[in-house]
């Protein structure tokens, strides 16, 4: 079983950044691959970056160029840094540890963009 708590959440001005924190509960942190999904009201949960074990990264095309993923094995960490934010970022966002297809999610923060 792997505890994920997200932190970093808030309201922030369109063309502003935010940097989203997930911490793991887990001895196999580095084994995992990492991710940050998120879903808006009314629509489904999406996928917006992901990050490998040896830290090969995907993004939605959606926020290609805007955000990054990347992680702390030490820390046993996750983060996403956003910047540029448009109001259709706002959702809530989650982080996700997948092992061989085991995932596991934690509670989410919520990131408003809105002036």
């Known amino acids: 079983q792997v505890q994920l708590v997200e932190s970093g959440g808030g309201l922030v001005q369109p063309g502003g950044s935010l940097r989203l924190s997930c911490a793991a509960s887990t001895l196999f942190f580095s084994i995992y691959t990492m991710g940050w999904y998120r879903q808006a009201p009314g629509k489904q949960r999406e996928l917006v970056a992901r990050i490998a074990q040896i830290g090969s990264t995907n993004y939605a095309d959606s926020v290609k160029g805007r955000f990054t993923i990347s992680r702390d094995n030490v820390k046993k960490e996750v983060y996403l840094e956003m910047s540029s934010l448009k109001p259709e970022d706002t959702a809530a966002y989650y982080c996700?540890?997948?092992?061989?297809?085991?995932?596991?999610w934690g509670q989410g923060t919520q990131v408003t963009v809105s002036s």
């Open positions: 996700t540890a997948d092992l061989s297809g085991t995932v596991y």
